[in-house]
């Protein structure tokens, strides 16, 4: 059964879409068993980010026909883990609803977790994972208005700044397939075409 992982942002026109939309397309790649969907704090049906449309479309992902959805039309219960690009957004999901706190980090605290919990265990359940990852958490970590683990956007929203946000959200996903999948879940296609 695969996974399904939510990315939230405030709008769901730049940094979630384009993080959605980056990790499916490493999905695909990997042949992932993982859904990804993406939402805002704010209300849904605006286009993407014309900056975000085009710094995808450098990377062959075409993502003009997103329109933004907002987070209470997607089933955050449902979600087996919840990234979000800022604290504030976190804080928000957590105080609306407390029972997704286990499962919801930004981007950064996720991956710098993961990386001090080591390799995920080939035969280890996500729950199990998440539970390490998370150890030692303390929801007084979402107060305050520090930006160390956020994934700020890039404002004004010119090509270049979404560039270089959309750079950053690769090497992030990089590390949270890398760190929550474990490497015999990642398909590898052969290198021998008679080889199936």
């Not at 990790?23 to 704090?41: F, Y």
């Not at 039309?73 to 928000?92: F, G, K, S």
């Not at 286990?102 to 080591?118: I, L």
């Not at 690769?170 to 879940?185: H, K």
Request: proline share 6%.
């Amino acid at each position: 059964m695969a996974l399904e992982f939510g990315i939230i942002c405030t709008a769901n026109v730049c940094r979630s879409p384009m993080a959605a939309a980056l990790l499916r397309s490493r999905v695909e790649r990997d042949q992932l068993e993982l859904d990804v969907v993406s939402a805002g704090l704010m209300g849904g049906g605006r286009r993407a980010d014309p900056a975000a449309v085009r710094a995808m479309d450098r990377r062959g992902i075409d993502l003009d026909p997103h329109r933004s959805t907002q987070v209470s039309a997607i089933d955050l219960a449902a979600l087996d883990l919840i990234l979000t690009m800022e604290r504030d957004q976190a804080r928000e999901i957590v105080v609306t609803e407390p029972d997704l706190w286990p499962r919801t980090f930004t981007f950064k605290e996720y991956v710098r977790r993961a990386q001090r919990a080591g390799e995920r265990g080939a035969e280890e359940p996500w729950g199990g994972w998440l539970d390490r990852v998370g150890d030692g958490r303390d929801r007084v970590g979402l107060l305050g208005d520090g930006h160390r683990d956020d994934v700020l956007y890039p404002a004004p929203p010119t090509l270049r700044a979404v560039e270089a946000t959309a750079r950053e959200l690769e090497g992030l996903i990089d590390e949270v397939v890398t760190r929550s999948f474990r490497p015999t879940a990642i398909k590898r296609p052969s290198a021998d075409p008679f080889n199936t």
